[in-house]
């Protein structure tokens, strides 16, 4: 099933709509030109398990002259997908109109400046871990012809769908990451044995939860009461759980964190600073 998002004519407002892919056909595809595609400003994102994501994108659209776009029956913008264009295993398509400025004209073409921004909601666009990738981008072009009217005892609903890609450098999706960090005993004598504990885990779409990310390095920071940065302790791997332990030696007052530099399909996490008095 392919959603995208087309105009209703009695609203102009626009809305997702479930459709088959329609069978191609000996219709002429209008020539549509999507170049300069900028997806979040060539910037990775990462999404956690349940707030939607806002994705900037920009591109210019040359179309011709006598073509239309008004956003109620047809409509143009850009989508992300994965798999190919012809068999888009998922996709996030655009859910509102996007600002168009014209920037030139031809006898025969028009050209637009636009700006759109699409919204990842893992709840209902994010599957499997799959999705931890990167996301090709496509410009699209689909038209709507509608009559939902039953009274004569007929209705009509007719679709085209028209897509180009992949097109720019895509957008980089990754999973969100989560880090604690615990140090204790507290208060500690100078020279004792401190224990700082963690937990690294990140975002699973499939449950909505996160899990555990074992076999992963994290590094050990302190950070002097009286000072303003932290500095490297040691590096620690994450075990069954994702869990964090070692020992460090107790010098001064000051805070311990776990910082997690993240991976290609996950994001970077730094667990808040946790207090040690040192008697």
């Known amino acids: ?34 170049s300069a595609v900028t997806v979040n400003s060539g910037k990775a994102v990462t999404v956690g398990t349940t707030a ?12 011709p002259s006598d073509l239309t776009v008004d956003y109620k029956t047809t409509f143009a913008g850009v989508l992300l997908y994965r798999g ?24 025969t073409t028009v050209t637009e400046s636009c700006k759109e921004t699409l919204v990842i909601d893992p709840e209902d666009m994010l599957y499997s871990v799959a ?36 097109l720019g450098s895509g957008l980089q999706v990754k999973r969100a990451a989560k880090l604690t960090a615990d140090a204790a ?16 885990t ?11 990310y074992a076999s992963q390095k994290a590094t050990l920071q302190f950070r002097a009461k009286s000072s303003s940065s932290y500095t490297t302790v040691k590096t620690v791997t994450s075990g069954t759980g994702g869990a964090l332990r070692t020992t460090t030696k107790a010098t001064k007052d000051g805070y311990y964190r776990y910082v997690f530099a993240g991976t290609a399909t996950t994001g970077s996490a730094t667990a808040p600073g946790d207090f040690i008095d040192v008697r």
């Not at 407002?13 to 999507?34: H, I, K, M, Q, W």
């Not at 090709?136 to 709507?144: N, P, Q, R, V």
């Not at 005993?185 to 100078?190: A, D, F, Q």
């Not at 990140?202 to 555990?212: H, M, Q, V």
Request: glycine residues 10%; negative net charge.
């Open 84 to 107: 190919t264009l012809s068999r888009m295993t998922n996709e996030i398509d655009p859910e509102a109109i996007p600002t168009c400025t014209t920037t030139a004209t031809t006898d």
């Open 185 to 200: 005993p507290e208060p500690v004598k100078k020279g004792g044995t401190i224990t700082v504990s963690g937990k690294l």
């Open 131 to 166: 999705d931890a990738t990167t996301w090709k981008a496509a410009g699209l072009y689909s038209t709507m012809d509608q009559d939902e009217d039953g009274s004569d005892g007929h209705i009509h609903l007719g679709y085209d769908f028209d897509a180009w890609g992949p």
């Open 1 to 34: 099933m392919r959603k995208l998002a087309i105009g209703i004519a009695a609203s102009g407002a626009l809305a997702l709509t479930g459709l088959v892919a329609p069978v191609a056909s000996a219709v002429t595809s209008p020539d549509l030109v999507f």
């Open 202 to 212: 990140r975002a699973n779409w499939e449950t909505s939860r996160y899990s555990g």
């Open 52 to 63: 939607a994501v806002k994705v900037p994108v920009t591109y210019t659209l040359t179309r």
